[in-house]
Structure formats: C-alpha cells, structure tokens
C-alpha cells in the first residue's frame, strides 16, 4: 500500500504560480512511477504530468508543456508539481498517483494504469 497526500493547492490570479506537493507513506516511494492528474468540474480526470522511478524520465500534456515541471525527490518521498502562467483553465481538482513499475525509466500516461491515489488539492485560478 502507498498513501499519498496532496498539498500547495490554492486560489491564485492568472499569470501565477504555484506548486503542489505529493507526500508518500507506506511502500517504497521509489518503486512508484508518479503521475499529476486533473478533474475539472463536469469533466473527466485528465492526465498532466508524469515522471519515471528515478525522475529521468518526464512527459507532459500539450495543454500544460512549457508551463509545467514536474518533479521528484525520492529521499523526501516526495512528488512536486510546479506550475507557472496559470489560466483560468487550469482550475481543477489535482491528484497525484503512483504505478508500481519495476522499470526505473517507465513513464505512465494512463489514469487506468495507476495503482494509488491521492485525495487531491483544488487549484483554482482566477482571470
């Protein structure tokens, strides 16, 4: 079992920044490749961001390329997400989730493929 909590959500202006946190408990933070994802009031969970076992692998969605970086640092079993020239579309619901990969560059894309998940944070950006 691996138990995530999500934090760093919040209200900001469009043009703003903020970055959200992912802390992990239980099994090996380092066996999990992690992923961001967002659920949009009205709109399915989406995919952002994800990053391989030992980070050397990212991937993003095209909406947030650019705008987006995500981040790990498996001695603080964290996950980071930090994200700048926000838009009113960014608001949303984000969650962090964790695929058990044996792989150390495996990236998952896919909502389906993820074992655990977070509670998410609200990111709402204003215009």
């Known amino acids: 079992q691996v138990q995530l909590v999500e934090s760093g959500g919040g209200l900001v202006q469009a043009g703003g920044s903020l970055r959200l946190s992912c802390a992990a408990s239980?099994?090996?933070?380092?066996?999990?490749?992690m992923g961001w994802f967002r659920q949009a009031p009205g709109k399915e969970r989406e995919f952002v961001a994800a990053?391989?076992?030992?980070?050397?692998?990212?991937y993003y969605a095209d909406s947030v390329k650019g705008r987006f970086t995500i981040s790990r640092d498996n001695a603080k079993n964290t996950v980071y997400l930090q994200m700048n020239s926000l838009e009113p579309e960014d608001t949303a619901v984000y969650y962090c989730?964790?695929?058990?990969?044996?792989?150390?560059?495996?990236?998952?894309?896919?909502?389906?493929?993820?074992?655990?998940w977070g509670q998410g944070t609200q990111v709402t950006v204003s215009s």
């Open positions: 990053i391989s076992r030992s980070g050397g692998s990212t």
């Open positions: 239980g099994r090996t933070f380092s066996s999990c490749a």
């Open positions: 989730a964790c695929k058990s990969s044996s792989s150390r560059y495996y990236i998952a894309r896919s909502k389906s493929e993820y074992d655990y």
